[in-house]
């Protein structure tokens, strides 16, 4: 299973930015995709989880309200949406897709991942 991120970039502060993956190779062994992210001198940080089947969103709170996940099976592509951004949203984010059905927040619960898109917030 191969993940690339894209749609990372420089923003300001009550920006908005759209993250998309696209998964290829046998992402169909995958049953559920999540979003993490990971600034500098800190531990990745989970985001956001779903379903290909577009069930079970899951989002950390620090996110909610202002992130939304979502997919597109056809395209096998998962996006997340980010609005009012801030400078804390500053990191680089990855996606990760997962055989379970409803992974958690914890990354060793997922099996891929891509290689990351730097978001970038100025105040």
């Known amino acids: 299973v191969q993940l690339v991120e894209s749609g990372g970039g420089l923003v300001q502060a009550g920006g908005s930015l759209r993250l998309s993956c696209a998964a290829s190779?046998?992402?169909?062994?995958?049953?559920?995709m999540g979003w993490f992210r990971q600034a500098p001198g800190k531990e990745r940080e989970f985001m956001a989880r779903?379903?290909?089947?577009?069930?079970?969103?899951m989002y950390a709170d620090s996110v909610k309200g202002r992130f939304t996940i979502s997919v597109d099976s056809a395209k096998n592509t998962v996006y997340l949406q980010m609005n009012s951004l801030n400078d804390e949203d500053t990191a680089v984010y990855y996606c990760?897709?997962?055989?379970?059905?409803?992974?958690?927040?914890?990354?060793?619960?997922?099996?891929?991942w891509g290689q990351g898109t730097q978001v970038t917030v100025s105040s």
């Open positions: 779903i379903r290909w089947s577009g069930l079970a969103r």
């Open positions: 190779g046998r992402s169909f062994t995958t049953n559920a």
């Open positions: 990760a897709a997962s055989k379970s059905w409803n992974p958690s927040q914890l990354s060793n619960e997922y099996d891929y």
